[in-house]
């Protein structure tokens, strides 16, 4: 079954400590079946950072594969602070260079290969 980005929030909302396994989850799938419908149905905003950060990671995907984002997208609010996903102090000033707009955009900084997978 493809990961919708509804039903990864709920995944993540469950289960925040796997918080990177179930988006990833979802950007694999996207990635593999390029389907927009995945991202089409909004969620409901109920956790500030989380949100922020999933709009940006469906807005990149869909960017990435020459999809138009849903207009929802970009109604999700950017986070009340900047986040910093790495968590380490020395890879802040490489986050702020690196992040891809739509994540800067939001107050969130990652490293450039953040949805890159091996």
Not at 25 to 52: C, I
């Amino acid at each position: 079954m493809k990961e919708t980005l509804k039903r990864t929030k709920e995944k993540i909302q469950k289960d925040p400590r796997h918080w990177l396994i179930h988006l990833m989850d979802f950007v694999d799938d996207f990635r593999y079946y390029k389907d927009p419908g995945m991202v089409q149905e909004p969620f409901p905003l109920t956790n500030n950072r989380y949100d922020a950060l999933l709009a940006a990671t469906a807005q990149y995907i869909c960017d990435e594969k020459g999809l138009t984002p849903p207009s929802w997208l970009f109604q999700v609010p950017a986070c009340k602070s900047p986040w910093f996903v790495s968590g380490l102090e020395n890879l802040k000033a490489i986050a702020l260079v690196e992040s891809p707009l739509a994540f800067r955009m939001r107050k969130i900084f990652v490293l450039e290969n953040f949805l890159t997978r091996v």
